[in-house]
């Protein structure tokens, strides 16, 4: 069974600052990897996927992450964060494809920028 | 594209009472659908995964006669929490995949619905 590690439980960082939430996972077989963000009350929304091919996924607001797979870890960073990005993510793994697929979600990061 | 929705987005029930929640996919058909749960400040678990056309297939724990799930066509998956308690109270998100191949490992979520229980 595969699990997903978020070490990070809060990350306060200042505006305009970089930022890296950590993810680790853990499998006996081949993965995708994903990021997703939820805002307040609100549903969960892609951020950005590894499937294959480069191991540097971007996103179109400014995140990026690298999928390593010698260390098992998939994390997210953005160089330069704004006020509008404080919300909570999370990192998730899907094994397996044809009928059945299970997505495994860590247990989130909260992001909060500091004006 | 691939938008899901969910009705209603939030729900209060008097305790005992059953509460249905719809989860739609609106511009894909989507032949798998995941139904998660999510307590405050926690993470996402996953409760069940529907297939259209057959029985869900529920995770350990899960109560199949607490929580019934109907996925009766490729764009429609409901959820029924039956004689809800305030323990029940919690976010429900649902997911579905898309088997187009346009993003076939990709899941798209709805937007949740919040369920109080008094």
């Known amino acids: 069974a595969q699990s997903v590690t978020q070490l990070d439980s809060q990350v306060p960082v200042f505006e305009e600052a970089p930022v890296e939430l950590r993810c680790n996972y853990s499998?006996?077989?081949?993965?995708?990897l994903f990021w997703y963000v939820q805002y307040p009350n609100q549903g969960l929304q892609l951020l950005l996927k590894?499937?294959?091919?480069?191991?540097l996924v971007e996103s179109i607001n400014g995140f990026e992450a690298e999928f390593n797979k010698s260390q098992t870890s998939f994390h997210l960073r953005k160089p330069s964060v704004h006020i509008s990005d404080t919300a909570e993510y999370f990192c998730?793994?899907?094994?397996?494809?044809?009928?059945?697929?299970?997505?495994?979600f860590g247990t989130g990061t909260k992001l909060q920028v500091i004006p | 594209g691939a938008v899901v929705s969910q009705h209603p987005s939030w729900v209060i029930c008097k305790s005992g009472t059953s509460v249905k929640i719809e989860c739609r996919s609106l511009?894909?058909?989507?032949?798998?659908m995941f139904w998660y749960r999510q307590f405050p400040k926690q993470s996402l678990m996953l409760m069940a995964t529907?297939?259209?056309?057959?029985?869900?297939?529920?995770e350990q724990g899960v109560e199949k006669d607490k929580f019934l799930i109907n996925h009766a066509s490729l764009t429609l998956s409901t959820l029924t929490v039956t004689s809800a308690h305030p323990e029940d109270s919690s976010f429900y998100i649902c997911?579905?995949?898309?088997?187009?191949?346009?993003?076939?490992?990709?899941?798209?979520f709805g937007p949740g619905t919040r369920l109080t229980v008094l």
């Open positions: 997911s579905a995949r898309d088997h187009s191949g346009r993003s076939y490992n990709e899941q798209f």
């Open positions: 499998s006996s077989v081949s993965v995708y």
């Open positions: 590894y499937l294959s091919g480069s191991t």
């Open positions: 998730a793994v899907s094994v397996g494809s044809g009928g059945y697929q299970k997505v495994t």
């Open positions: 511009d894909f058909q989507a032949t798998t």
């Open positions: 529907s297939n259209e056309g057959s029985k869900a297939t529920y």
